[in-house]
């Protein structure tokens, strides 16, 4: 049996991780040269105001890769205001890769491809915001985008920062790919700065896939960071980006969000349990909750997951604590995390391949003992009948869940 004790292993870890930055990526004299003087350097670059809760939203890579073009958009834009999905805080429209031509134009400025988005970009802007969404777009720290299919803005930050402003652009996503092999340290902030200049609120998400710890040095230059590399629609691939990101829980804020990455949610590799697990912890971990399904063509079932109103408020609560894992035993994990109000939510989690009995004890979850806790199942939407004091115990099936918010009462 593991126990965690929570914040003594958190803090060694983190001091550990900040001491190898130090030493071995050698962080702070890059950084240093990246900004004005030392002064900008401590100064937060990215003062948006945006991303007080994690972004909600859409992101078109996980099931279309490269092929998308302006109709899937605009009918994914149809569509999450159709199936009610913006009313529940899915705002953003993200375009991932392959949006624009290999060439920019003339005057250097990025130009949306002909073939796929020949309305151009400011059109399709003007008629995600008419349906009352935001649109985002993708760009790349280097010099073309991982498709190879696009160029990348490093050169250009100032540049594509003002034209996505132009554009009514309200979100970026930053890749990593065909870089200088300058440190993502030394890059990014010099796109936060020209997002900054562009005149438009625009919230920036890093995505360097965490290869220097971004969790350690994001909150300054960006609104959301990866923490691991990219995410395929198995569990093994699903399980394992939780684990990494969960690692950071320490330094999720307002503001600054650790990024397991995009759901897989209704892509068809994983069970329904299993999508369950996989919602319910992006959920708790406070993760950016981007769909990265077919949002025009989703089974009743995806929308039961997706559209869970009490799953995506633990998500979007405003005290925006991480959940971490303080219990582990075997293939048996609880995760908890506070919320406003002096609830606690909590994910039991089975990730093996027996039914297990899995108990949360109040000490786990750091609620007083003997407290007595009413506790709400957030997949069933009831709450139980009778209430808890010490600890709370269920049974789980395996790759599956139980969530609950636990509320003291008297
Ligand atoms: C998905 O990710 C898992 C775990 O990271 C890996 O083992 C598997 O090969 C990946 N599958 C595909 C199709 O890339
Ligand atoms: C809709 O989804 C089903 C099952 O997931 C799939 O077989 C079908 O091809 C999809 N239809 C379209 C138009 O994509």
Same mark, same amino acid.
């Given at each position: 049996m593991e126990e965690r004790r929570v914040g003594y292993y958190e803090i060694l870890l983190v001091m550990v991780l900040v001491t190898l930055l130090h030493i071995s990526l050698n962080i702070v004299p890059a950084s240093a040269n990246f900004s004005d003087e030392v002064e900008q350097h401590r100064r937060n670059l990215l003062a948006n105001g945006l991303g007080t809760t994690p972004p909600m939203g859409w992101n078109s890579w996980n099931h279309f890769n490269c092929q998308i073009n302006e109709k899937i958009i605009r009918e994914t834009a149809d569509a999450l205001v159709s199936t009610g999905l913006s009313k529940l805080g899915y705002n953003y429209v993200n375009i991932d890769d392959c949006w624009a031509e290999l060439n920019r134009d003339d005057k250097g400025n990025l130009v949306a491809k002909? /073939?796929?988005?020949? /309305?151009?970009i400011k059109a399709l802007a003007d008629y995600v915001h008419s349906k009352g969404l935001k649109l985002g777009i993708y760009s790349d720290a280097g010099y073309f985008t991982c498709s190879n299919k696009m160029p990348g803005s490093l050169g250009h930050e100032f540049q594509d920062a003002k034209t996505f402003a132009s554009w009514g652009i309200d979100y970026l996503k930053y890749d990593n790919c065909n870089n200088d092999g300058s440190k993502p340290t030394v890059r990014y902030p010099v796109m936060t700065r020209a997002l900054m200049n562009a005149g438009r609120p625009i919230f920036f998400s890093l995505c360097e896939w965490g290869d220097m710890h971004p969790a350690l040095w994001g909150a300054r230059v960006g609104n959301s960071w990866r923490t691991t590399n990219d995410i395929n629609d198995s569990w093994d691939s699903m399980i394992s980006r939780a684990d990494m990101n969960e690692v950071y829980a320490d330094l999720a804020k307002p503001g600054g969000w650790n990024d397991p990455d995009m759901l897989e949610v209704g892509n068809g590799g994983m069970t329904k349990d299993e999508y369950i697990v996989h919602f319910s912890l992006w959920a708790i971990s406070k993760a950016p909750l981007l769909l990265g399904c077919d949002i025009r063509n989703m089974s009743k079932e995806i929308v039961e997951i997706i559209t869970n109103k009490e799953v995506i408020a633990v998500n979007q609560d405003s005290l925006g604590v991480q959940a971490k894992k303080v219990r582990m035993e075997g293939d048996q994990e609880i995760w908890a995390g506070p919320l406003s109000g002096y609830r606690v939510a909590v994910v039991l989690l089975n990730r093996g391949p027996l039914r297990n009995a899995i108990t949360a004890n109040w000490d786990d979850l750091g609620i007083p003992p003997k407290s007595v806790v009413q506790a709400r199942d957030l997949w069933q939407h009831q709450t139980l009948k009778k209430v808890f004091v010490d600890k709370l115990s269920a049974t789980v099936d395996p790759h599956s869940c139980k969530m609950y918010v636990l509320k003291p009462v008297g």
């Open positions: 002909k /073939s796929t988005f020949p /309305s151009g």
